[in-house]
T-cell receptor
Framework: AQSVTQLGSHVSVSEGALVLLRCNYSSSVPPYLFWYVQYPNQGLQLLLKYTTGATLVKGINGFEAEFKKSETSFHLTKPSAHMSDAAEYFCAVSGGTSYGKLTFGQGTILTVHP | ETGVTQSPTHLIKTRGQQVTLRCSSQSGHNTVSWYQQALGQGPQFIFQYYREEENGRGNFPPRFSGLQFPNYSSELNVNALELDDSALYLC?????????????FGQGTRLTVV
């Protein structure tokens, strides 16, 4: 069984400020971890993923995330927020051989102020 | 933009009716997963089809059913619609049987049950 908890349903930052979106997971098997972004009235776009290997993962649009097994966390960061980053972000987990069966968190809405 | 297309984009149905949603998977992908995203929630896994066979199901009643065709496109059927079925239905395609596989999402079908 797997689960994902995203801490903070809404996060607000100023343009140029650090973005930190928190994700903790629970998995009975080695997890594959994902961050997706969803813009209004659109589907999900993959930002980055961790499967095996290097625990610091870099994704698109300047985002990165670090897999910390001891903390069961996979927080998403971006050094400098841009107005275009305003969207809803979802953390997701799958078991190693689940091949696309994702368990999502509740989502975090990111607002970026000028 | 992914190669996953869903139709229709919006749909309004009456309680008790039946609905069919369609998904064309990305070229080369043989696996389709369906998710339900209620307003303000993260997507929830409904079921997955791999090479025309159901390959896992989430916690959804039997009135949610599906098909996958030889060209790997897929349908989601919902019978006896209830008001709570109102949601964004997302289809994701991936390459089954491959580790580190990534799921690509379509734009979704917004279903409203009145």
């Amino acid at each position: 069984a797997q689960s994902v908890t995203q801490l903070g349903s809404h996060v607000s930052v100023s343009e140029g400020a650090l973005v930190l979106l928190r994700c903790n997971y629970s998995s009975s098997v080695p997890p594959y971890l994902f961050w997706y972004v969803q813009y209004p009235n659109q589907g999900l776009q993959l930002l980055l993923k961790y499967t095996t290997g290097a625990t610091l993962v870099k994704g698109i649009n300047g985002f990165e995330a670090e897999f910390k097994k001891s903390e069961t966390s996979f927080h998403l960061t971006k050094p400098s927020a841009h107005m275009s980053d305003a969207a809803e972000y979802f953390c997701a987990v799958s078991g190693g051989t689940s091949y696309g069966k994702l368990t999502f968190g509740q989502g975090t809405i990111l607002t970026v102020h000028p | 933009e992914t190669g996953v297309t869903q139709s229709p984009t919006h749909l309004i149905k009456t309680r008790g009716q039946q609905v069919t949603l369609r998904c064309s998977s990305q070229s080369g992908h043989n696996t389709v997963s369906w998710y339900q995203q209620a307003l303000g929630q993260g997507p929830q896994f409904i079921f997955q089809y791999y090479r025309e066979e159901e390959n896992g199901r989430g916690n959804f009643p039997p009135r949610f059913s599906g098909l996958q065709f030889p060209n790997y496109s897929s349908e989601l059927n919902v019978n006896a619609l209830e008001l709570d079925d109102s949601a964004l239905y997302l289809c994701a395609s991936s390459l089954g049987g491959v580790l580190n596989t990534e799921a690509f999402f379509g734009q979704g079908t917004r279903l409203t049950v009145v």
